[in-house]
């Protein structure tokens, strides 16, 4: 990578209990501002719908405890994030996280981007994808001092990079228990600026049901594409080339963790997450009547604006330099 262009890059797990209330999100990131050295942090929230708030905690660190390694998608410190596990942990501003997880699952990789060269051109700025879309996450977590154990839960990991996040953007992600086998969605939403405009929202991503993918978004279809976005919820219609997706995701605002997210080449977004929102999607085909599907206290929402006045308490961990390590 050349030393003066930005960069970012993240690694995430979401995992939810099968009976939804209790979600985690593990996030492994790299920022490089132009001409520095990149920084990376581990990112750990454990979501509680019984209890007051998410817990979290963020360590970052220096360029020298990063690696790419051959067998898996990044190390940071003596945290490891591979197809197959993750184990690590996390300590910052009195907090502490440890994980031991394993991964399985056979679902292919999805690429969210319509066509295979848009992740070799510079446009667009970021790209996204799921090394897996669909698995079952089985391990434990400990998060100031609470052990949590995961069996089989119904998880996803995810991967973005490039030189500058959107505008503004959502990610909607559920794995639904469907008639006749399982079905799951995984869309990213996102307004671009191009020189001085701002796009329409760009949706791009697809709805699985048992076993067919079908693609949702793409360049050709934002006129179709509806975004009614809040720091706690949203309605979208996401349109495709076979069916269409109307639904509406929310968050109790309790269960939800605001981050500042870094922009490589300078800025700032202020993002809430939750891993435990409920979502309800409708899906109409052409040929059949509509089928819907719920996920309660299951699905993830993630809202980034530049706008601060969401009223979501934020995490007092800064995006960007490496802290001294404890």
Known sequence: MPAAAPHYESFYLKACAPQGGLGLWLRHTVLKPPGHAPSAALWCTLFDAAAPGPVAVKQTLPAERLAIPEDGYIHIGDSRFGAD??????????????????????????????????????????????????????????????????????????????????????????????????????????RVRLGGLLTPWLA?????????????????????????????????????????????????????????????AGGRHDTVNCSIATMSVTMQRHDRAPLTLACVAGAAYELGMRERDHGVPLQPFPDGAAAPEP
């Open 204 to 264: 791009a991503g697809a709805l699985s049901l048992d076993g067919v993918r079908h693609p949702l978004g793409g360049p050709g279809r934002w006129r179709a594409t509806r975004i009614a976005e809040s720091a706690d919820g949203c309605d979208f219609t996401l349109p495709g080339r076979e069916l269409s997706v109307r639904g509406t995701v929310r968050a109790a605002r309790k269960d939800l963790v605001g981050w500042v997210y870094a922009d490589p």
């Open 85 to 190: 596990h993750l184990v690590g942990g996390a300590v910052a501003a009195g907090r502490a996280a440890t994980w031991e997880i394993a991964l399985s699952g056979g679902a292919p990789p999805l690429a969210h981007l319509p066509r295979e060269w848009l992740y070799r051109t510079p446009l667009p700025r970021t790209k996204v994808s799921s090394p897996l879309p669909a698995g079952r996450a089985s391990g434990a977590v400990t998060v100031d001092g609470r052990r949590v154990e995961l069996d089989s839960w119904p998880c996803m990991v995810g991967h973005n990079w490039g030189v500058q996040h959107a505008e503004r953007w959502v990610w909607l992600q559920a794995s639904f228990a469907a008639a006749g086998g399982d079905a799951w969605l995984d869309v990213a939403v996102a």
